[in-house]
């Protein structure tokens, strides 16, 4: 009998109840044989949480999926179709240290493409890269769906530090714009294109077609009168972009791009924070606290709705749609982290983009964008650029490196900032960072 | 009541049946009101023919579609919604003289973008510049499909002569290909997806999905087999590529590659033909009267089984597909014409390149093909460079630059030779030619 | 008899002296025979007073160079060889604006790349495409050498916005740095030769060849050891760069880098600077008086050594040295301002560089650079992508597009504030541009 | 004591007389303290008969240069500051059956990018890949100048497959072609400043400078008025360009280019050639013997003017004053073949380029060419292309890419003579080329 395995690294995550929600919703098309859940030992406490409920989420839907806990990556990998990373390195605590030490030196933290997503990046891409060590071993045809953040970043370090091709990064982002966008304008979700150009959180939507239609014209305009409510919708502080910005882009930027067009506000909304006590990390850790609580309950056999107000849903539905897509070689189009291939002329060729992909067995094929216009080119050059320097960095483990590619974000106010924060953050994360500590 | 209207320009082709069938057969998702035949007082006898057969064909199948005739290209195009234009400027006896003039000084005339094509172009593209124009005033939001050869000049032409961007060349080849192949692997043809890499008649696959799965080196395998086999189903005569040429490109050249690849035995053959009296467009001319004496039979009511084996079947039913996706925004993968916009990265962004797209309302988007390796190269390069100089050429009555450009054509032996050709044949067509005459 | 015609727009400025100095200086292989010195009524009384000492420093030579001094542009350019042009729209007064408004807002002005220089760019580029349209007209085979700021953007706007291809941007930041690292190094700066890559004052020393061999290491090395000191040398406050970036970098920043490698730090200072009343523009105002007094002393017939310590010395010698090597076609090589036509593979073709070329009588021929390392890239591409917004903005006079390209500057700390600093800018500049006040 | 040592290998070539010549006419400035000529044990006689001429010639012009005849690579390259490859691999007898084995299947052989260029790669690109390997280890610092055909594939694959940069390609077209138009001209050839575009046997002259002066389109109309017998200075034969192909152009094709232009011409001078025994090669061994003879002559103590009249002249001196520039540090202009770097920007970075560059001691840098005009591009291209895979052939030894490179040759009539051709060749040359004769 055929067999459908996924593997899930990082399975004691709070977001893995809607992963499984996915799957049992999509049995019908996705028939998983197998779902395991994968984790550390540091994890055990939380991965027999979240895999109990699993298993009584499945039992309720009266579905044949064998849910398996384990503590071996390798036993687990073996002849996978699919493996799921959602693992942080350094737990949470490591989030909370990547977002309080750069604000403690006036500097936002940002834990995806600012200071905090570089040192996240740094601690992350060795495992990823060993991961797939083992994956070309155990099982070389499955595909790796990543959304460990920086989930830009890590795509790309696959695609040029190893010579394993089928990975993809997946982000929560283009999902919500669309559906908050869609929402905004009464338009049925279901029935939209985006033009995406970029990378990830560092992405515009650059064309929006509603029954084959571009209706970008009409969402800029609307998003120039709602863009404070639109942005609300999401885990983001609701600042209203300017309309003279937005006319000119005919864009809409993506909630990260909150941090470079509104660097000042974003910095001393973060101070305060800071100095309260609840930077993001902070209160992620707590709704997590709750999330468990709630997860313990032996009655609870659905995922909770709770977990929809945690920042980062729809990712996991996002993985699991993604996933039927390649199965069964549906060819719609979806929104990934993939390798460029001169999609976007502007960019090398060889880097990760986030564009509008036609998802096939044989992978993401990205549409062309062409050209960017130079509206929303320098922001996407700047960043991107600076991402490439993270990713060597993180390889090498060049210290210099990490301090140019820091000084080259947008976000860092100067040189010298850039020394003192690499400094501390390889310092606090020492434990998980061997490779600026060889000799 | 909402319209759907059609023009057809050049409708006394034989090829109209096919794509009255196509209409009839995909009537109910694309519900025509009007099919406008628009052709021009010498074709008045033709067209006549060609659209009583077509009522009988509408009546036949009882759908409430007006079949107009008219020589009133102004009064067609007015609101139409789609355009498509099969007209051939100076009729089969232009590209009897295309052919012939050149094989009587040695050089092969290739109706496509050979000498012969060249001429095509030179004779087409004013035309098709004239039609856009009234299209840009009559009906500026309708598409224009163009199967009138050389289809990938005339979509480039009008890409970089005017400002329209609704326009989208059709041909034959990409789908016959597919079916070819598919027919050959004993595979669903409906379940094929190629990667096509090039321009029109300059085209290879160089990916072949089947069920998602990449099976290219599985066909490649079957190809060097059997390609004369293969070869063989369309009209073109069966040659046998070299195993090590295809292992090699582990790709399959279109059938014109023949010309390209065997240029001394495609020679020759060619001029057998023209001492023979029987090159293709005399071939053509045969047939074509068959085909018309058929046609007035005022009992036939349907396309007629013979019209499958005039070169170019499939076409029509490719530009009804094309339609339906456009006008049903289908989001489906077709084989169509359109601006480069960085799909392939080695050819100019705003070239035309024959690739697979998504075809959407808002026209065919295509999907990034990246490098093109240097197997094919130099081939797609020099073949698209000789067309960059003929379409400005065609605009331009650039004399010298018409040699030129010749003299650049892989299949001229010498520069003297596109001389004397090109005089010759700016001679016989002087009357369709009026750019290369004044003053 | 042969003339050799120089046109000096701006005529009355106080570098005027260093220009008639190095014509002097060069006098056997440059034998100019009129230097007209043109400038605008309201600039009567310097013109008066520089132009007097011009034709004492002529007199003292003893050369028969005819000094012109006129007030009306045409009749100066006609069948002119060379054109200088060293103008300020708006006087003193305007740059002051430039840098108080902006920082009054908590954002540096930067008179060249910062808000500054975009209402530099607003209020010199519309003068100085009228002035092409006059060479064109009376001298359409002079050459127009511009060093008024910002320097390649005024280069870059004649490129793509005129046919007039005679022109070249000119700085004396290459000049200064060659220098100034040369006497670090003691190295005699007449054997050095740099590979500099960006644009202006967005420009990094990438190699650095003493007698031809490449000794950027030490260099770099050096600079490590004494940036402080090196930077002392020109108008920059001396802020010492962080050895991890240089090292990392492998390449020397321009001074204007300061402002992007410590923002913050020269916030604060500008800041400080601005509640003292001496910023920059009124530094420079009162340098000027104090050389305007000197050069009234109609004992003088020489440079006065003052005029050194202005900054932008040596601007005037670089012209004088460009002049004659273009006169004499000297093949020489110099760093100038003018289309990368591919010369750095990163940057469009059809922008302006700063790039070592080779300097002909045919205008500056750039040596290929390639593509810039990613340590630099991001910088040098958003700084590069702000200018081309700017350029566009100052053409079409687009409010919209102002504020977009000045919130797309790392000096921008916030939209909103690019929203407020355009429009008081706008207001304060009113009068020299007429393009945004258009209905 | 400084020294100064140069090896030559394939210092028993007829065309060493030239070099030393060179060097002698150049010693102030380049003062080489040892010449080692290096031959193989086959060429023994051959190197004691022009090393001894050698001797005789430097003795004659009074100078302290040692010249040294070594049959060990090794021990001669040790130290070495300039290396210059004119060896033949294969001897004479090689290049008459690359020759007369394509023309006997009715191709062209071209010995330098046809079907016997490709053949002379395979055979020297290994041995050249040998002495770079040597050169790394005895002699990292020296410059190797390679005249060895085909130059520009050679240079190629040391730049591709080798971490050695110190690397130039150097052909006499270049030399000869400025030389011979400005004797057409009436120009004194060293005020003449080429703008070149192509690589090696595949270069225009695209601008054509006098005493800094733009004269290409006099140029332009003095060959089409000259062009038969301004061809005629060289070893081909007169062909007289069409003026239309010329004035498009508006550039001057390389002699090479005759093959491609006149390749039906070319072909039946070949065929004709071939069938009374005097085709190139054969041409040439004769020539030589007769050099021989004379250089035997004891009494010889001067380079013979018979040399003059082997085509191919000018090379070696063409070497010298490229090494005399690089020693000295010259900053003249230079054309060579040398990395692209994006100096044509249709052109991969990576691939060797022949054009205008400025020499130092750091080595040639190209002046950016920018874009090729459509008319050159795509003849520029698919010879490049050829190149690529020629190259690839070489180092791999694969026989399908072989075939695969041929038949993408615009001088080859047909896959099926590709095959039969390459595989003639590969019997024909065995001995030669181990790396097809693996496994």
Redesign the interface.
């Known amino acids: 009998m055929k067999t459908l395995k996924i593997v899930t690294i990082g399975g004691g995550s709070s977001y893995t109840p809607e992963l499984v929600e996915g799957f049992i919703n999509r049995y019908e098309e996705l028939p998983i044989t197998e779902l395991w859940l994968v984790d550390i030992e540091e994890g055990r406490e939380k991965l027999e949480i979240v895999g109990n409920l699993a298993r009584r989420m499945v039992e309720k839907a009266d579905l044949p999926i064998d849910v398996i806990l384990s503590y071996d990556r390798k036993e687990a990998l073996k002849d996978a179709d699919f493996v799921t990373t959602q693992m942080r390195v350094g737990q949470i605590s490591a989030r909370i240290k990547d977002e309080r030490i750069p604000i403690s030196h ?1 500097m936002i933290g940002q834990e995806t493409n600012g200071a905090g997503g570089m040192f996240k990046a740094f601690r992350t891409i060795p495992v990823i890269l060993e991961i797939v060590k083992e994956i070309q071993e155990l099982c070389p045809d499955a595909w790796l769906i990543n959304f460990t953040n920086p989930a830009g970043m890590v795509t790309e370090a696959v695609l040029n530090y190893t010579e394993f091709k089928n990975v993809i990064g997946l982000c929560n982002v283009p999902f919500d714009m669309k559906q908050g966008i869609s929402k905004q304008m009464n338009y049925d979700a279901d029935k939209v ?1 985006l033009e995406l150009s970029g990378s990830n959180h560092n992405v515009f939507i650059t064309d929006f ?1 509603y ?4 209706v970008i014209n009409e969402v800029v305009k609307s998003y120039v009168e709602n863009s404070e409510k639109t942005l609300a919708m999401n885990n983001f502080d609701a600042l209203s ?2 309309p ?2 937005l ?3 005919n864009a809409i930027p993506c909630p990260y791009h909150n941090y470079y ?5 974003q910095l001393e909304k973060n101070l305060q924070e800071y100095k309260e006590g609840n930077v993001r990390g902070e209160v992620v850790e707590q709704l997590e606290k709750e999330l468990f609580e709630i997860y313990k309950d032996q009655s609870l056999d659905i995922k909770p709705a709770q977990l929809e107000q945690r920042g980062g849903a729809h990712y996991s539905d996002a993985a699991c749609s993604l996933i039927n897509s390649i199965y069964n ?1 549906k ?3 979806q929104y990934v982290n993939t390798l460029n ?5 502007d960019l090398p ?1 060889d880097c990760a983009v986030e564009v509008a992909c ?1 998802i ?3 992978g993401p ?7 960017l216009k ?2 929303i ?3 996407i ?6 991402e ?2 993270t990713i ?1 960095a993180a390889i090498t483990g ?4 990490a ?2 590619a820091l ?2 974000n ?1 976000l860092c ?7 003192e924060v690499v400094d501390e953050l390889l310092q606090a994360h020492k434990l998980y960072l061997p490779q600026f500590n060889q000799k």
Do not use: C, H, W
């Not at 067009?261 to 506000?265: A, N, V």
């Not at 291939?341 to 002329?345: D, L, Q, V």
């Not at 094929?365 to 062409?370: A, E, Q, R, T």
């Not at 060049?398 to 490196?401: A, E, T």
């Open positions: 006036g294109r077609f029954e084959g239609n571009s972009y300017p003279e910005l006319k000119s882009l067009y509104f660097t000042q506000e070689n060819q719609d189009i291939n001169g999609a976007i002329s060729s036609v096939t067995k044989d094929k990205p549409i062309s964008v062409g050209s130079p509206q080119k320098g922001m050059e700047v960043i991107k650029n600076f490439k320097l060597e060049d210290r210099d490196l301090i140019t000084s080259s947008p106010p100067s040189t010298y900032k850039a020394v």
